[in-house]
């Protein structure tokens, strides 16, 4: 049981790095840790994972190419405005309304079924994040939150309940958009930085996938 516990935070601090990174523009600071140790010995975890190894290195070689890019943070945090704050023809917006909504435009139905499903398990969205339901921050954040719902559940059958429902919204809220949204990024993204962090997360999420269906 210990072992599993330990899984799901590992699993979780990975839903929620990956929301903070597609949350906002890194700072000078974030970039400090980016180049430091600490996630020098994470990523190198993560690419342990046969499925991870490619697209670890992918984003080891982004964080790299920062070390020699001029104005690092002032460029980066371009790239994430013209990427993530910008327009559909322009950009590539985080919300899963402009890839799987009907109407093509901001708080479809994603936002919608994101809003209940967050009223349905008691998670809140954070006060100073005010974006739509269905910003891949957002998701993210949830999944987190999800999965330790499931850590502090002591009745076997309702943990299992939780584990089932991380599947379904990994596969119904998360891999039904974000591939697209993966390849939005790289038709628009010269440098690369995100779209390597959104190829990860696609990674990352597949793999998750596989757990949660028990084929790992």
């Known amino acids: 049981m210990q072992e599993f516990i330990a899984f799901n935070e590992q699993r979780a601090e990975i839903y929620w790095w990956m929301s903070s990174l597609l949350a906002r523009e890194l700072t000078n600071e974030d970039l400090t840790e980016y180049h430091g140790d600490e996630m020098f010995t994470f990523l190198s975890g993560l690419g342990m994972t046969p499925e991870l190894k490619e697209p ?33 023809k322009s950009g590539a917006l985080p919300y899963a309304s402009i890839y799987v909504g009907e109407s093509g435009l901001l708080n479809d139905k994603p936002a919608q079924d994101m809003n209940a499903l967050m009223e349905e398990y008691g998670i809140a969205q954070r006060k100073e994040f005010n974006e739509p339901a269905d910003h891949i921050a957002v998701e993210l954040d949830f999944m987190g939150n999800l999965i330790i719902q499931a850590n502090q559940e002591l009745d076997e059958e309702k943990r299992e309940a939780l584990m089932q429902a991380q599947l379904a919204f990994v596969n119904n809220m998360l891999l039904n958009w974000i591939p697209a949204f993966a390849q939005s990024c790289k038709a628009r993204d010269d440098f690369g930085f995100y779209t390597a962090s959104v190829n990860l997360l696609v990674a990352f999420c597949q793999l998750d996938s596989a757990f949660l269906l028990g084929e790992e």
């Open 56 to 88: 670890v290195e992918t984003f080891r070689n982004a964080i790299n190419t920062l070390k020699t890019r001029e104005d690092a943070q002032l460029e980066l945090a371009a790239d994430f405005c013209g990427l993530f704050l910008s327009t559909p």
